[in-house]
Structure formats: C-alpha cells, structure tokens
C-alpha cells in the first residue's frame, strides 16, 4: 500500500518551471558573452556550477541567472510561446541539496546511474544528484532519452569537457532519495494523488503481529473484544498522540496502543528496534514497530494523512472496525469528542 499525498509541496513545483519562463528569457544568440556572465556567477556560488558548454546539439547558451537561493540556471535554445508563457528548450538548474526537502519528494522514478551518481525521473525533467548539489536537466517535451544525452556533456563551469563520473552525494542524501524514488532502476516512489490507490474501503483493521518496544510482540489479536485507541506513526507523533489520549478524562478507559512507522526510513534496511527504543525513551503504553511498514500504512491509507505531517488516532469499536479517527495534530476537542464516542 502506498500512502496519498494531498498535495505537491510548494518547493517542489517552484524547483521544476523551467518550462513557463517569460517569454524574453533566452534570447541572445551569442553563447560568448553569455557563458562569461555564467562564469561571473559560477566565481561566486558556494558550490559547483554545472553546464553543457556553450552549445548542446542545435542550441546554442543563450542565457544565464541566478536567485538568491543557490539556484543557477543555464539556458539553451530561444524561448517556444505556449500560451501566455513559453517553453525553454533546455534549461539546465544547479540547487544546493536539500535532504529533508528530496526525503519528501512526490512522483519521482528512479532511473539508472547517469554519470556515475543518482538519477531520478521528476517533474518531466532529468535529476542528478551530485557532491552537495542538485543539478536538473530539463527539457521540452520531457524527453529523458535527450536529457540523459545532454548530462554527457555536463561540465563544471570552467572546466574543459570531461566524461568522468561527477562527485557522489552523501550517504543522507542517497538514503532519502532511495526512500523517495526507490531504489533500483524502474522503482517508483510515491505517487500524487490522482495516481494513488483508492482510499480504505474496508474499516476493519488487518491483522498485525509487530516487535514491542522494550521486548515480545504487539498482536492486534490481543486486542480484539475490546475498544482500543490505536495511535500510529513516525515516533514524535505517536508519543505525543498518546500523551493527548492519556490526558482526556474518559470512563472506563479503552486500551491505548502506539504503532511507530519510519516513513522515510530504508525499505530494504529498516532502523533497528533498539534505534526506536532509543528515540522513543520511556513510553506508558505498549507499542510496536511496524519495521515492514504494511500495518500501520493500512491506517495512512484509511485515513488519507500524509505521514510527514502529522500521525494517526484511530479509535475502533470492540469488534475491530475503525469508527472514528483523526490525526495527531487535532484539536483537543475533535480528540475528545472522538474518544467519547468509542467510550460511549
């Protein structure tokens, strides 16, 4: 199961619109005195610029800029109108890397090495990811085949044409972007909305059998005949999910429980529970690990939550069936008011 995303977080579609420019970007035909503005530039910037060179195939360097992000762009080829915007027929991005913000990535797949370092298929373009930096490669049309050609030709800008494997990123930001995009050529990371899988429609809670914090195994069938809070996610927000149930007033009380899910853990090298025993301290509940996530995705899925936002409260009647849930970050009274209902 593969948890939805509601939306595409801000940063992400700001990093890939080299596609709807204003209509004067890429305009000079003379790559000389663009490429000596994108060495003015590079000379600056705290980390490697990359570009194709003065041409690449029938495009020539046509323009250059910089924000105050970290970004560079090189631009290749006149600007194509398209409506009230144009397409750029190459534009080639460099950005610093930003792990937390890849670890979230939404719609990437992962391609084979391209230049010795990570690839991945987003956003219609071609994304490298190399030293401490992310270099895009978008084109028109999102043509990978043209892309991974043009990386060929990537080249710090400076240097003389170079077929060498680029620098390879950091250990954190291959793990987040294995998590993200997958591991392996053809995987797919998770998938926005309208690509995801339909929503629970079955309310009862599969069956589950996890390692417990602190020794044995959390069984789901333990807990069958009784109504029970189940408190699911990454372990800040199953522990404050259980310190906002304790701290409602309810008779009799039903069973609290907490699964903790490592949503952007390695899916082939899940964290060790003594990690989790760890992070979560003392904990005045029972509470397992889903290592093998597929349990506490189930109440993800039910409920449609984003797992990097927030956790799951899910209150279930006697004979296993959810009837109530919410997330973590709930009002006090959208807790209680779902709490007295399962109690009722």
């Avoid at 987003?122 to 892309?147: K, N, R």
Wanted: net charge negative; with cysteine.
């Amino acid at each position: 199961m593969t948890v939805r995303r509601r939306t595409l977080p801000m940063w992400l579609t700001a990093v890939l619109m080299f596609g709807l420019a204003g209509c004067g970007v890429g305009t000079s035909r003379d790559p000389e005195p663009v490429e000596m503005r994108l060495n003015e530039i590079a000379a600056k910037a705290e980390r490697p610029v990359y570009y194709l060179g003065p041409r690449f195939r029938d495009w020539p360097l046509t323009d250059a800029g910089a924000d105050g992000t970290g970004r560079v762009d090189a631009i290749y080829g006149t600007c194509l109108a398209v409506h009230d915007s144009c397409a750029l027929p190459v534009d080639v991005i460099n950005q610093p890397l930003d792990t937390s913000m890849w670890s979230m990535a939404v719609g990437c797949s992962r391609l084979a090495p391209v230049r010795g370092v990570p690839a991945v298929h987003f956003g219609e373009a071609l994304v490298l990811f190399t030293g401490d930096s992310v270099v895009t490669i978008g084109l028109a049309g999102d043509d990978t085949g043209t892309a991974i050609a043009a990386a060929e030709q990537l080249r710090e800008v400076g240097t003389e044409l170079s077929h060498e494997a680029l620098p390879p990123p950091n250990s954190a930001a291959v793990q987040a972007v294995d998590a993200a995009c997958g591991k392996n050529p053809g995987d797919t990371g998770r998938m926005e909305p309208d690509q995801g899988p339909e929503p629970v429609r079955d309310m009862q809670v599969p069956d589950f059998t996890v390692g417990q914090l602190g020794g044995g195994d959390l069984r789901w069938a333990a807990y069958l005949g009784k109504p029970v809070v189940v408190v699911v996610g990454d372990v800040p927000h199953v522990l404050t999910g259980i310190q906002r149930v304790l701290a409602l007033s309810a008779s009799p009380r039903p069973a609290v429980i907490g699964l903790v899910w490592k949503p952007f853990g390695s899916k082939d090298a899940p964290a060790p529970i003594a990690e989790i025993e760890q992070e979560a301290a003392h904990v005045p509940v029972p509470v397992g690990y889903a290592a093998i996530p597929r349990p506490a995705v189930w109440f993800f899925d039910m409920a449609e939550v984003d797992p990097a936002q927030s956790g799951v409260i899910a209150f279930v009647n006697a004979d296993g069936t959810v009837i109530r849930h919410v997330r973590t970050n709930a009002t006090h009274d959208a807790i209680a008011a779902a709490l007295d209902t399962l109690v009722r």
